[in-house]
Structure formats: C-alpha cells, structure tokens
C-alpha cells in the first residue's frame, strides 16, 4: 500500500493539472479511502471524525500544492503523537479563531465557551 500511495505521489506532484485534477485527484481518494485505517491505527475515534480528517487533507492538499518533488510526501510519516499536535490541533484552533456572530451578551458567550462567567472584579 504504501508504495502504491509513493508512486501516486510522485505522479500527483508531476503532474500540471488544477489541485484535484489528473493524478492528484485519485491520490486524493486514495487517502481519503485510507482514513478510517490511519483513525483506528492512531486511536483517534474519539478525538477527531473522518469528516474532519478528509478536511485536514484538504487543507495539507492546499498548503502543498506548490511542492515539485515527490520525496517530499515520503518524508511526512507521523506516529500518533505528531499528528495530534501537528495535524489535528492546529485545525482546531484555526476552528475556534473563526467565531461566528452570536446575538449573545459577552457574558453569556464568556461563560458556554469556559464554563465560568469571566466578569470584571468590583472594586
């Protein structure tokens, strides 16, 4: 398998297409069919979901779509701990950067985002 997933990205960064045209379009599809094994291989089912992690490729799609040597992909192995703090938390924080507008007081967003109501102290 990993050769097979080598040999694709070679070819997907070879190739001149758009970002998931040609090869790298079933070099997308070919991870995105390996995720479920790399979750249970990682033990992240209860951390992240397959949705989340086809859009953390995506996004690595993106970030390295300029790169022309495919010795590049092959040098990306991670074991479980990387890819928590390398992969899936930087997606998280770039989540929660994006707030979205509430029609709630500060108070009321302070207190569902932490728990506790984050008011000033009375002097």
């Known amino acids: ?5 080598a040999k694709q990205a070679a ?10 045209g040609g ?3 079933s ?5 995105c069919r390996c995720l479920p094994f790399v979750q249970r291989l990682h ?7 397959l949705r989340e992690l086809r859009a953390i490729v995506k996004d690595k799609f993106k970030e390295y779509k300029d790169v022309k ?11 479980r701990h990387h890819v928590l703090t390398e992969v ?4 998280y924080n770039k989540q929660r ?3 979205k507008a509430t029609g709630n007081t500060p108070f009321l967003d302070s207190f569902l985002s932490t728990g506790y109501s984050q008011t000033p102290a009375r002097t």
Do not use: C, N, W
Not at 1 to 5: G, H, K, P, Q
Not at 11 to 20: M, N, T
Not at 69 to 79: E, F
């Open 43 to 49: 033990k992240m089912e209860e951390m992240v979901s």
């Open 1 to 5: 398998m990993a050769s097979r997933l």
């Open 88 to 91: 899936v938390e930087p997606y």
């Open 69 to 79: 040597d495919g010795r590049t992909y092959l040098l990306m192995h991670k074991q």
């Open 97 to 99: 950067a994006v707030k």
């Open 27 to 31: 070099f997308y599809f070919e991870i």
């Open 11 to 20: 070819e997907a960064v070879q190739q001149k297409d758009r970002l998931f």
């Open 23 to 25: 090869a790298a379009r």
